[in-house]
């Protein structure tokens, strides 16, 4: 490859995140995702931050860390004890736990964005390198890289992206096979093992699944041109794929074992029918159509319309699309025409999946083994946008080789062109004017200019085309669609904020408290993002998941999340269940180890507000001037919850109208209990105007069943009048809208920290990661080891998920371990004094790392006879030797 181009396509990458990488703007999922931090500076732009699927913070971003501090430290990364109660690691994929080199980067929490960076430098060169081999001339081979390092996947599905990178390396591998195959060579399969091997490790194997089908119909496509060279080729493949995927087996057994083991959500059904909605469409030619990707919905745009965005894997843009055309309508007298026929099938069979076509999609899914349980409409995108981009290289190419199309073929081009245009655009016509009008002024002129540029640089790419070929021409052709895949590729940037200020008091007092306990986060915090700190917690944000955790979850911990958010701040229900669940399941969330609670600044999850009466209708205000009250007699029927209650009521909370705030004095309360009451009183001055106004009480009133409660409201001691807010009762009454709380469940429960975003609460009763019965005198040193001092053989009981692969030595000797109670672990101490240690290892590794050695051995020792490139001077030399 010469040093211009191969320096181009490394500074491509490099400068659509230049801002990011040089800490001008923060892109840095954490900021968002861990609750931990405060920004500072308005982004430029409304829009994705750089990625769009949180996965890369959520997952990749922390686990990655982990990862990386596990192998840093002589770890293997088989398991995270710092998420739930523990749960594989490497074998969840996602985690791209044996993705080496490059996992070790994320150490750092902005190396997610270095190694993103680095995939586009691989995708481009490797692409670039690809067409080499096809015979394409040096711009239209940098074209295809440039496109493919740009590529809208690595925003829209960031996560992925060490899956998708090595596509066109694992192409150039067939295709240089192929090459041998036909000169009699050997060798010339050796890049097939690397390509493939690092995209399963590269976390997403529905993404590599997806690949190997491009790949597979390349092969094919090579295996029907080669005449009696076929078995020769076949050989190649089978012996690149076998060691491939041998090299691979160390990840994939594991991931095969817990896969077993897990709940799988949406996979088993809902990705069968997962499709884009049409008004998608135009984002396939026109990136910037509703404006910044993904633009906020405006007000009048139905809500379902925005939840698309997600299953966005990618587009193609005008400018390239242009190209392509070019080349599939003059695929018939192209000397790649079966290629060239092959991938535009591609193309077309992948966007129709991606668009639900019924027919195509109940094909697919019947004919190609488990695509219904995979998110192909997102993950099947790399693969097309591949395949559009190498028919854009062949366009250019054969413009430039051979010139203009003729008259006939040129109108067919411009036929082709304006129905694919139309095809997309028309059936979301009413939500383009729709989402255009109801958007913002400044937000109407970005859309328009943006898309008038994109069509005018495909007109100006269509006319060239046309047009007989020059130096300049070309250049500005190819110029032309590399600028604008680099702008929409630059834009995420200006999307992000200045910078984030991470508020890191809280880790350093639960790296300093917790020991070998975990915590439950509310929200600060999580999820996962603990396990990149090594700091266990109850929150966890997987999938798969473990069926005996989610059971443990739905069953002991809350009823009504979902296994594979277990948050604390969100289930399918609503915001509060994580805090209503916690309340109500208090002593099992204890039983799990759970130390510490951690909950928003200032907010107390064990005071629980109830409001009285709810869900009643508005029925006026009554208006107290100064010095006038307001008794009522509160109905059975409207407070029976209150009665209900354990803990006495220290506060309540009146909903008023201050006039604008022209209510003064203050408001004074009385609540009675037959004839036992609490009193209090706050201020009116800096009172919100129609909101609840809080009134702490003396001393907490505790209510018995029977006993009748009244409420007195005083206005004291100032001008103006102050509203209280009524309701409706059942029975025909009114009554003031208030909210009373009470006291935290235990007076035990203590408060020890708050910051800005964080508070912590410590929970009295507890239980410890290591507990004996009979008791034991134990001595943990960390998760994993401790010494007992048993006076008699008792029952260890660990609070670590039992999970097939888990092993314990008692003083060096291996010692049986049992599952005890819903998921946890238990062993049998002997009298006497200990050494206890557990590790574990998934299943199968040690025949899974033999098998992978030994076909590396094999995989180094072909190639130290044959040449990792050929060392023969042939044909597939000399192409191999351009790029």
Known sequence: MKPLALCGLIALPIGASILALLGVVAVNPAGAWSFLATYHGQPWLFGSPGYVDASIGILNQPLGRLSALDWLHGIVPWWNPYSGIGMPLAAEMQTMSFFLPFILIFKWWQGWLVVKVLMQCIAGLSSYCLMRALGCRKRAAWLTGALFALNGSFLMATQAMGSMAFLPLLLLGLERAAQAARAGETGGWNLIPFALAYSLYGGYPEVAYLDGLLAALWALVRLAGLGPHRRRFAAKLAIGTVIGLMLTLPQIIPFLHYVGHTFLGFHKRFYAILHLRPEMAPVFLFPFIYGPIPSGRPLGIPAPFIYDWPDLGGWLGLTAVVPALAAIVRARTDRNRTLILALTLFSLIGLARCFGLPHVTAILNAIIPDLARIDAVRFITPAVEL??????????????????????????????????????????????????????????????????LELSAGAAILIALLRRPTRLAASLVLGLIVLDSFIIASLPQLCAPRAYQFHRGGIAYLKAHLGTNRFYSLRPFGPNYPAGDELAALNDNQLPVSRGWSHYITTRLNAESDAIMFVGWWTPRGMAGGVTALRRNLANYEASGVKYIIADPGTDPFRIDLAVPDHAPPAGAAVLGSGQSLETTLPAAETSIIRGTANPIDRIAILIGTYNGHAHGSLAARLCAGSICAAGAAPLDHATDDA???????????????????????????????????????????????????????????????????????????????????????????????????????????????????????DGHPAAIRRTGAVFQSITLPAGQSRVRFFYRPRGTRLAVSLALAALVVWVGLMGREGFFFVKKTTAVRLSRDC
Not at 795 to 807: D, I, N, S, V
């Open 387 to 452: 395949a559009v981009f190498i028919l854009a290289g062949f366009g250019l190419d054969r413009w430039i080789t051979d010139g203009p199309p003729r008259l006939p073929t040129a109108t067919a081009l411009v036929a082709l062109l304006i129905a694919a245009g139309l095809t997309a655009v028309l059936p979301a016509a009413h939500a383009i004017l729709a989402w255009y009008h109801a958007s913002s002024p400044a937000l109407r002129h970005l859309i328009l200019f943006g898309n008038l």
């Open 692 to 810: 609840p106004l809080p009134i702490n009480l003396t001393p907490p009133l505790p209510i018995a069943a029977g006993q009748t409660i009244t409420l007195r409201l005083t206005h004291r001691q100032g001008p103006g009048a102050v509203a209280i807010w009524l309701r409706r009762t059942a029975d025909g009454t009114t009554m003031p809208r208030l909210t009373v709380s009470t006291d935290r469940q235990s007076q035990h429960i203590r408060r020890v920290y708050q910051d800005r975003v964080m508070t912590i609460y410590r929970l009295p009763q507890h239980r410890a990661l290591f507990t004996a019965s009979p008791a034991c005198r134990l001595t943990p040193y960390g998760l994993n080891k401790l010494d007992a001092d048993c006076p008699a053989p008792a029952k260890l009981t660990r609070l670590e998920a039992w999970f097939p692969g888990w092993h314990v030595t008692i």
